[in-house]
């Protein structure tokens, strides 16, 4: 009788041996869920915000004229004083084709100034994209190698991050722009950087 009860204990042990992984699975996924917003990955947080913008400047893409003068490339020191409004982009982006009206259209606001940096893409390849939908950016850095896009702590094209007067990133944007989220989301976050405090200035 005694062997019996262990025979039958002994599957009920190995099966929850098999099963216990799984809850601990799912539980951890389940927490992640709610961690980064519900599934939303726009909502992902960034450790970069209200830090610095990266210092790295960046080389201008070849051959990009504006009014006959090259487009310049990225440049940390224009930073200070301005709103400006940084893409992340690339020609190969599917996503980037569809939000490129709308970098067009936030490129009217004379309140910000709209930078783009070009990551991993062939020169050809950007160039024509520009061409094709407008050059809506006062600078363009080309990130050939996607080492200035760690330092921005880019998860993957398109990105877009504010950045304040005073040179810090304000907020950040993971995934393209959409007319959902360039009223909801963008805009907001850009009247913000907007009206807050000018840099205080030592006599």
Known sequence: MTVQVTS?????????????PLIVFFALAALFWFRLGGGDPSR?????????APQ??????????SNGAEV???DPANFKGKVSVVNVWASWCVPCHDEAPLLTELAKDNRLQLIGINYK???DNARRFLSRYGNSFASIGVDANGRAAIEWGVYGVPETFIVGRNGKIAYKLVGPITPDNIGSALMAEIDKAVNAPSISRKP
Do not use: N, Y
């Open 72 to 74: 310049p490339g990225l």
């Open 44 to 52: 992902i947080p960034s450790a970069l915000i209200e830090h610095p």
């Open 121 to 123: 893409d062939a020169p």
């Open 56 to 65: 790295t400047p960046l080389p201008p893409l070849q051959g990009l004229l």
């Open 8 to 20: 039958e204990a002994s599957p009920q042990r190995r099966s929850w041996l098999i099963v216990l």
